[in-house]
């Protein structure tokens, strides 16, 4: 099976939630990593492992990643990593297959799913190197308070200022490892 890491250069985590039940906010997380087992002929024999450095979450609002990096939501000095470790991956159709595994978030381990579909492989010469690669696009719906996040304000009108579902997306490009 062929081995793939992740490209740093050319993969980010993104989330939405819902705010104050009206709108939606969203934000990424810049630094991930992982490793990848991968034949697009052989799905049922594909893994993946994926780590998610919570502190390089972003959401374009400096007070407000303070807070989620603070021990109220996602306390990233104590839980650091965000991680996923499949238990199998299965074909769901053409460029299509589901990863199962275990996604941790904040110290808490939950079974999940993740929708995977990818594009590939693309060939390309630099430096007299040859690089084969695919892109990967991984999505899940999480809810929040299944992993110990459980800070919110109930609103005066009814609802809560933040949502329990989050919505998560890992955009991927992983490079062949010549061994």
């Known amino acids: 099976m062929a081995k ?8 980010a985590a993104e989330f939405t ?3 104050m039940m009206v709108t939606w906010v969203s934000g990424h997380f810049s630094k991930v990593s992982g490793t990848l087992y991968f ?12 780590e998610i450095e919570v502190a390089s979450i972003c959401t374009g609002v400096e007070k407000r990643d303070d807070d989620l990096r603070s021990p109220k939501y996602f306390d990233a000095e104590k839980y650091p990593k965000i991680t996923f470790k499949s238990s ?10 589901l990863a199962h595994g275990d996604l941790t978030i904040h ?10 579909r990818y594009a590939g492989p693309s060939h390309f010469q630099d430096d007299d190197r040859m ?24 609103l005066e009108q009814g609802g809560f200022m933040v ?13 062949l490892v010549e061994e």
């Not at 034949?39 to 994926?50: H, N, Q, T, W, Y």
């Not at 991984?138 to 304000?153: I, P, Q, Y």
């Open 163 to 175: 949502g329990k579902h989050a919505y998560l997306t890992l955009n991927a490009e992983a490079d």
């Open 4 to 11: 793939f890491v992740l490209d740093p250069d050319h993969t």
């Open 88 to 97: 199998r991956v299965e074909g769901a159709g053409l460029d299509h297959c």
């Open 107 to 116: 110290g808490v381990t939950r079974p999940a799913t993740l929708d995977v």
């Open 39 to 50: 034949d697009p002929l052989k799905i049922a024999e594909s893994s993946v492992e994926a």
């Open 17 to 19: 939630i819902r705010h």
């Open 131 to 154: 690089y084969t690669t695919f892109g990967f696009q991984a999505t899940t719906r999480v809810n929040r308070e299944d992993f110990g996040m459980l800070s919110n304000m109930e």
